[in-house]
């Protein structure tokens, strides 16, 4: 599975942005899919992530309420739609797939997103 993150860019507080990542599998029943971020000095987390069915979706504490995840596994995408963001949102984000069971082993290259007025 090989992943291509994009969407990133420098935006304001407050503005909302969205991030895509085309997968080039097959397929992607089985997969889970999230979204990572990593900040200048910081360890990387999990912002989101979602079953490869889009029957359960789970996010961090700092975006919930903010962030969605969504995924359209026809067309092997998976989405995270970005609102009202913070200059503490700025990191590299990058998407990555678990197959059903597994730790996540692909990953994209990441895209940057900075928030700064």
């Known amino acids: 599975v090989q992943l291509q993150a994009s969407g990133g860019g420098l935006v304001q507080p407050g503005d909302s942005l969205r991030l895509s990542c085309a997968a080039s599998?097959?397929?992607?029943?089985?997969?889970?899919l999230g979204w990572f971020r990593q900040a200048p000095g910081k360890e990387r987390e999990l912002v989101a992530n979602?079953?490869?069915?889009?029957?359960?979706?789970r996010y961090s504490d700092s975006v919930k309420g903010r962030f969605t995840i969504s995924r359209d596994n026809a067309k092997k995408t998976v989405y995270l739609q970005m609102n009202s963001l913070k200059p503490e949102d700025t990191a590299v984000y990058y998407c990555a797939a678990a197959l059903l069971g597994d730790s996540y082993r692909y990953w994209g290259q990441g895209t940057l997103v900075t928030v700064s007025s």
């Open positions: 599998a097959p397929t992607l029943i089985n997969y889970a």
């Open positions: 979602i079953r490869w069915d889009n029957s359960n979706t």
